[in-house]
C-alpha cells in the first residue's frame, strides 16, 4: 500500500471489540478471512490478536487475559476465553439509525419481495437499538414516482427466475417502445427505481424507470446476458453514456449544472454558467432546450439547435396567431 | 505514545471498570492499569484518565459515574454494567444478515456508510449460522453529498439550533437563518431540512442544496423539543404547490404519452390536465413541441407562445 491509512485509537479499539464476538461465532476461520471480513491486511489483523491477548482483568494473570489462538499451521483462530467482550458492544445511535433509515428505505424499493426478511431484520434491530433508534426517525428517504405492485413484483420475478421480459416502455423522449430485455437488477438511486438489463434490441445494458415501464409480460425463454457484461458502477449515480454538449446557461437555468452529473463548470462573471454534459441522445437534448425555453443555448452542435428552433417553429404554426 | 499503545490501555480500562464489582475509584485504576501508574504526576494522570474517559464515552461504551454515599456529591468510583454494555441477545437469520449487508451498502456519504459498517459488523456475531442467501438483484443507493448533512443530524438528534445562510429559491439572495431542526428528508433526489425557524416563528422547510457554506450548530444541547405529531414528509409536499388549475390540451394520437397519463379526463384528444405553477407546466408542455396545443386557459397559451419565441431567438446555429 503506498498511502499509510492513520487509525485512530478508538477507530481501532472500535474494531478490536468487533472482532473477538465474531471470531467467537465464527470458531476456526483463516487470518485471511477475518482481515477480509474486517477490510484489514492480514498483517493489522494479527497485531490486533497479539494486542488482544496482551489485554485483560487487572492483575494480567492466567485467566484474566483474554484468550485466543491463532498458530495453528493452516492459520485458524479460536477464541479460549473472550473475558467480558464476548458480546458486541451495543449500537451507538448513529449506527443504530444509519442501518434503520436505509432499511425502511429498502422496504419500500419495489420488486424488493424479501419483505418479511427486511420486516424481521428492522424488528429485531430495534429491539437490540433501544433508545438508540430513537434518532432514525429524524431521517425520510420519500420514494419517488407510482411502480404498480405488478410490475414491481413482476420484475422482481423475473430477475429471480433468470427469464426474460417483454416492456411496454414510455422512453424520457416520451416515445412508447416495445422490447425485449433480460433483467439483471433492481437499481433504486436516491429514491428512483431502475430496471436495468441487457437490451435485446440495443445490444447493451440499459436502465429503465420503473415507474416508465406500463406493461412486463415473463417471457418463458431463459436470459442470455453475455458474459463480460457488468452492470452500472452504481457510485457514479445515472451518468448518460451519449456524447458530450456544450450549454449556456442564464442565472436562472443555472441549476441544470448541480442537477445532472456533468465534465466541466465555468462561472461566467456576468452570472452565466457554460456546462458541458453528456446526454443520452439528441432527442432527450431537445426536450430539455424546449423545457428551458431559451435560458439554455446549445453552443457546440449547430445541427441539434437548428432542429430545436424547427421544433418550435412548428409548435408555434399550430397557435392561431 | 504510539497508538497501539493506547488501544490497548482503552481495553485494559474498559475491562478493569467491567470486572470491578464495585464502582472503581480513579485510584484504583492508576494502580491498575501500567501507563497510569507510570505517569509522571497526579495532574498527568488525571489528563490522561479523563481523555480516555472521554474517548470511551465518544464510542458509546456506558461508563457511569457513582457518587460516594455520604451525600458530599463526591465520586465514589466508575463502571461498566455488563447488561449495559453488550447488545442485547438478538438472532439474525442468514437472508436477514444478508439484507442488513445490503442495507450497509445504501449510503454514499463517508461518515454514514462507515457508521452503517461498523453497526453490520456487530451484528454479524449475532447470526444464528443459517446459510445466507443474498437479496437476489437489489442495488440501493442514497447519496448525501450536502456538507451540512452530518452537522444537522448530529443537530436533530442532540436537539441544537443551527445557524446557516440561506439562498432563496426565487430572488436568488442570501439570507441567515436560525433553525431547530426536526428531520431531514429526501425528496426526488434532493435533501430537504424541516425545523422550526426560531425567527419566523414558523414551521419550514429548507432545501440542503441551497444552503451556502456550512450549517453550524449553535447553543447547548436540548434546547427544544421535536413535535410529536410532526410528518416532514407531508410536510415538505405541502410547502410545494398543489395543483389548483385545470388546462385543456389537444394532444395528437400517440404521442405525449407521459402527459397522457396525467389527465384526468380524455375524450377526442383533448385531455384535461390540472397543474400548480403556470410557468412549470409551461415548459413542461413546450417539451413536447408541436406534439401538444394548448387550449385553455388563454393565460397558459399566452406563456406557451412566449416560450416557444424565445426559444427560436436562443437556439440560432452559427
Known amino acids: 500500500m503506498s498511502a499509510r491509512v492513520v487509525e485512530t485509537a478508538g477507530a481501532r479499539l472500535s474494531r478490536l471489540l468487533a472482532v473477538v464476538p465474531w471470531l467467537a461465532a465464527n470458531d476456526g476461520v483463516s487470518i485471511a478471512e477475518a482481515a477480509r471480513h474486517f477490510g484489514v491486511t492480514e498483517k493489522q489483523l494479527s497485531d490486533d490478536l497479539w494486542l488482544l491477548i496482551c489485554t485483560g482483568r487487572p492483575g494480567h494473570l492466567h485467566g484474566d487475559l483474554v484468550d485466543i489462538q491463532f498458530w495453528d499451521e493452516d492459520g485458524s483462530i479460536h477464541v479460549l476465553d473472550a473475558q467480558t467482550i464476548d458480546r458486541p458492544l451495543r449500537l451507538s445511535a448513529d449506527e443504530a439509525s444509519a442501518l434503520v433509515v436505509a432499511l425502511r428505505y429498502l422496504e419500500q424499493v419495489p420488486g424488493v419481495h424479501q419483505r418479511e426478511v427486511l420486516a424481521g431484520a428492522i424488528a429485531k434491530l430495534e429491539s437490540a437499538a433501544g433508545e438508540a433508534l430513537a434518532a432514525a426517525d429524524g431521517v425520510t428517504v420519500a420514494v419517488e414516482g407510482v411502480v404498480a405492485e405488478e410490475i414491481g413484483s413482476a420484475v422482481a420475478r423475473a430477475i429471480a427466475d433468470q427469464r426474460r421480459v417483454h416492456l411496454t416502455y414510455i422512453a424520457s423522449s416520451d416515445q412508447r417502445s416495445e422490447r425485449d430485455v433480460d433483467p439483471m437488477r433492481i437499481l433504486s438511486l436516491d429514491g428512483r427505481s431502475y430496471l436495468e438489463g441487457w437490451c435485446l434490441r440495443a445490444e447493451a445494458v440499459r436502465t429503465f424507470r420503473l415507474d416508465r415501464i406500463e406493461n412486463v409480460i415473463i417471457l418463458d425463454v431463459a436470459t442470455t446476458i453475455p458474459e463480460d457484461v457488468a452492470g452500472m458502477d452504481v457510485n457514479r449515480g445515472m451518468r448518460p453514456d451519449g456524447p458530450l454538449v456544450t450549454l449556456e446557461l442564464q442565472p436562472e437555468a443555472a441549476w441544470i449544472a448541480d442537477e445532472y452529473p456533468n465534465e466541466s463548470v465555468d462561472d461566467l462573471p456576468d452570472g452565466r454558467v457554460v456546462v458541458v454534459l453528456p446526454v443520452s441522445d439528441q432527442g432527450w437534448l431537445t426536450r430539455l432546450l424546449l423545457r428551458m425555453g431559451g435560458t439554455v443555448r446549445l453552443i457546440d452542435q449547430p445541427e441539434w439547435s437548428r432542429d430545436v428552433r424547427l421544433a418550435a417553429e412548428r409548435a408555434l404554426a399550430r397557435y392561431d396567431l | ?318
Request: charged share 25%.
Open chain 2, 1 to 318: 505514545m504510539s497508538k497501539s499503545d493506547r488501544a490497548e490501555r482503552l481495553l485494559n480500562v474498559l475491562f478493569a471498570l467491567m470486572a470491578s464489582a464495585r464502582p472503581m475509584p480513579k485510584s484504583a485504576l492508576r494502580e491498575v492499569i501500567d501507563a497510569y501508574r507510570e505517569s509522571p504526576s497526579e495532574e498527568a494522570f488525571e489528563r490522561m484518565f479523563e481523555r480516555d474517559k472521554d474517548e470511551l464515552r465518544s464510542m458509546g461504551i456506558p461508563i457511569e459515574t457513582i457518587e460516594g454515599a455520604d451525600g458530599s456529591g463526591g465520586i465514589e468510583g466508575y463502571r461498566i454494567l455488563r447488561e449495559s454494555y453488550a447488545l442485547p441477545e438478538v438472532n439474525f437469520s442468514g437472508d436477514e444478515l444478508a439484507v442488513l449487508g445490503l442495507a450497509a451498502k445504501v449510503w454514499e456519504q463517508a461518515s454514514l456508510g462507515a457508521s452503517a459498517q461498523r453497526a453490520l459488523r456487530k451484528l454479524e456475531s449475532m447470526g444464528d449460522g443459517s446459510i445466507i442467501d443474498g437479496p437476489v438483484g437489489v442495488e440501493a443507493r442514497i447519496a448525501t453529498s450536502d456538507v451540512s448533512f452530518p452537522i444537522l443530524l448530529d443537530a436533530i438528534r442532540s436537539r441544537r439550533a443551527v445557524t446557516f445562510t440561506y439562498r432563496k429559491p426565487r430572488s436568488g439572495d442570501d439570507e441567515v437563518r436560525r433553525v431547530q431542526p426536526w428531520g431531514v428528508v429526501s425528496r426526488r433526489g434532493h435533501w430537504y431540512l424541516v425545523g422550526h425557524d426560531v425567527d419566523r416563528a414558523q414551521a419550514r422547510v429548507f432545501r440542503l442544496s441551497r444552503i451556502v457554506g456550512t450549517a453550524v450548530a449553535t447553543g447547548p444541547n436540548q434546547a427544544f423539543d421535536i413535535p410529536a405529531d410532526i410528518d416532514a414528509a407531508s410536510m415538505i409536499a405541502s410547502a410545494m404547490p398543489q395543483d389548483r388549475m385545470i388546462a385543456q390540451v389537444q394532444i395528437d394520437p400517440g404521442s405525449a404519452v407521459s402527459l397522457r397519463r396525467r389527465a384526468s379526463s380524455i375524450s377526442d384528444d383533448v385531455a384535461e390536465i390540472s397543474y400548480a405553477d403556470e410557468d412549470v407546466f409551461a415548459s413542461e408542455l413546450v417539451g413536447y413541441a408541436d406534439a401538444v396545443v394548448v387550449l385553455s386557459p388563454e393565460s397558459l397559451r399566452h406563456t406557451v407562445v412566449d416560450l416557444l419565441r424565445k426559444i427560436m431567438l436562443t437556439q440560432v446555429s452559427a
